[in-house]
């Protein structure tokens, strides 16, 4: 699982560094990581505080501007 999470994450990491494209897999990992932060903060209280960067926030809001072509 960790390695799983590992790859969700090089992939943000790779588009944040304008090593790929920004796209619907960047999108998809966003989200996976983004449940899987939920689903840690319901387990654990430890988490509760625990947020996105600025950063990914706004990468995430861009999800909405993506044009369908």
Excluded: P
């Excluded at 790929?20 to 983004?34: G, K, N, P």
């Amino acid at each position: 699982m960790i390695e799983m999470d590992s790859d969700y994450c090089q992939i943000v990491n790779s588009s944040f560094r304008g090593e790929r494209a920004v796209d619907e897999q960047t999108f998809a990992s966003l989200e996976i990581l983004a449940e899987r932060l939920e689903h840690l903060k319901k387990a654990n209280k430890s988490f509760s505080k625990v947020v996105f960067s600025s950063a990914v926030e706004r990468l995430r809001s861009q999800k909405n501007m993506v044009a369908v072509g």
